[in-house]
């Protein structure tokens, strides 16, 4: 299977996702501007939407949209990332990365939009700081945002903690901040980093 990212995008989730349950995969990179595949090719081709992540799958079924990108991973896994159907902790997990997906990663595009004023940016702020608030308590000392266990929703808030750092600020959300940190030291996170070229450390040497 190949999945198509770019760079700390939210196609980060799934990258790291694949990685931490072991599923062999190419990854292809995609510039959004201009939607293309490094050889030049248009990656609308590949998702007419134009947006990653997709997922290439090898009986040529390509899979989008982040939250059913990473149930599809989960059920892959055959782990408690994603537990089976049927049993009542796989709502909890999906409960919470709808909630990602909806009322967290989707505020977010303002913010990196040039069309976007001060004032509808300072209100995808707002919007995503209270949202935060409520993640905040969850995530209470963790480790993980649903506890002892890391599930789909973890690869994916830490892209929206890495957003969150980068446009707002971790200040006032510690338990997000420790968080992070956590998830730093993943191998598979700092894999990821890695391959996308986001390792701090390596960027700033
Ligand atoms: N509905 C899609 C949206 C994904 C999305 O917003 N991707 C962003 C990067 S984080 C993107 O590709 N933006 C460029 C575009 O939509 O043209 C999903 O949930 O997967």
Not at 11 to 37: F, N, Y
Not at 54 to 74: F, P, S
Not at 99 to 122: V, W
Not at 173 to 198: C, D, I, K
Request: with cysteine.
């Amino acid at each position: 299977m190949k999945l198509y990212y770019s760079p700390g995008a939210c196609s980060q989730a799934p990258h790291i996702l694949l990685h931490e349950i072991g599923l062999a995969h190419d990854a292809a990179r995609v510039d959004l501007r201009s939607k293309t595949l490094e050889d030049g090719s248009s990656y609308l081709q590949i998702n007419p939407k134009g947006a990653v992540p997709a997922l290439a799958l090898d009986n040529g079924e390509v899979l989008t949209e982040n939250a059913v990108i990473l149930q599809y991973l989960g059920d892959r896994a055959g782990s408690d990332v994603l537990p089976p159907v049927g049993d009542f902790r796989r709502y909890r997990v999906l409960e919470m990365v709808n909630f990602i997906t909806t009322e967290l990663h989707k505020s977010f595009s303002p913010l990196f939009s040039r069309d976007a004023g001060d004032e509808t940016k300072k209100f995808f702020r707002d919007h995503i700081a209270r949202k935060l608030d409520y993640v905040e308590g969850r995530l209470g000392s963790g480790p993980f945002v649903l506890g002892d266990t890391l599930t789909l929703a973890d690869p994916y808030l830490f892209v929206i903690s890495g957003w969150t750092d980068m446009m707002i600020g971790l200040t006032n959300w510690p338990n997000l901040t420790a968080f992070r940190e956590r998830l730093m030291q993943r191998p598979s996170v700092r894999h990821v980093l890695r391959f996308e070229g986001l390792l701090k450390e390596e960027v700033a040497g």
